[in-house]
């Protein structure tokens, strides 16, 4: 790899890593509306006081594998676009 193969790298790591950031924080602040929504829906009238909350894994398994394929797929663009675009 020649310097603006590493340039284009670094760069594609540091857009890959902030679409990453910005993904993982959108859908944690998505998870609680369908989270309340979920529970009026179907919670609520069955149980209107439950031991614990409605989609607690949610918060766990949802947020970090969107944040890792939307973080890869942009350094992918980001990279190739950097890398094999004509000059």
Do not use: C
């Amino acid at each position: 790899m020649n310097s603006g193969s590493y340039r284009a790298a670094f760069i594609a790591f540091v857009a890959g890593l902030a679409s990453a950031v910005l993904a993982y924080k959108l859908v944690m602040y998505a998870i609680p509306p369908i989270e309340e929504w979920y529970f009026h829906k179907f919670v609520e009238p069955t149980n209107p006081d439950p031991t614990w909350p409605p989609l607690m894994w949610a918060y766990i398994f949802i947020p970090l594998p969107v944040a890792a394929i939307i973080g890869g797929l942009i350094t992918r663009y980001v990279y190739k676009r950097k890398v094999f675009s004509p000059q």
